[in-house]
């Protein structure tokens, strides 16, 4: 992994997942802190049964389409990546030796801890968990792709109809 300070970011390999449907205004703040802090930034993406509890499942954006809008925008990012389709709430996280640190939004640390507690089932350390605060829209109401599907809000959280 080599020299945390080398090139001034305090980890190595971050590990953030999500939907990312309708990338918006949230989702790139929790990749932005994720780039920020890392010098590699593996995603997973949700795909598959973790879709099928989801508002407006039916209105997802396809897989490549969110795959392609989180590669171009940690690409304006300048940071290392990669993007994997993920099929399981632990995912790569819970094996993965590489990794050190997973950024999750506020309201999914209880995820991140069930990461931890298969990691350690594993033999792995646990990660670091860097919570990103969430972002309100517009009406102080959640910024959220289910929102947004629903036509409530767009993608930077202005408000679409009352």
């Known amino acids: 992994m080599g020299d945390r300070g080398s090139c001034g970011k305090p980890f190595g390999r971050v590990i953030v ?8 205004a949230g989702h790139e703040s929790l990749l932005r802190l994720a780039a920020s802090i890392g010098r590699e930034v593996f995603v ?3 795909d598959g049964p973790l879709l099928r509890s989801k508002r407006y499942r039916d209105m997802i954006e396809p897989f490549y389409v ?10 304006s990012l300048g940071v290392d990546h990669e993007v994997v389709r993920i ?12 990794a ?3 950024v999750v939004s506020e309201e999914t640390i209880p995820g991140a801890l069930l990461v931890n507690e ?6 792995l350390r646990p990660l670091y968990i860097v919570a990103c ?16 599907r629903a036509g409530e809000i ?4 202005r408000v679409l109809k009352s």
Do not use: M, Q
């Open 87 to 98: 099929t399981d709430p632990v995912g790569p996280a819970g094996e993965d030796s590489r």
């Open 17 to 24: 997942a999500g939907t990312f449907d309708r990338l918006h």
């Open 44 to 46: 997973g993406l949700a």
């Open 66 to 75: 969110r795959k392609r809008a989180v590669e171009d925008f940690l690409r």
């Open 133 to 148: 605060p969430l972002i309100p829209a517009e009406d102080g109401g959640r910024l959220s792709s289910t929102r947004i």
């Open 118 to 123: 298969a990691r350690r089932k594993r033999g």
């Open 100 to 102: 050190d640190t997973l």
């Open 154 to 157: 767009d993608r930077r959280g």
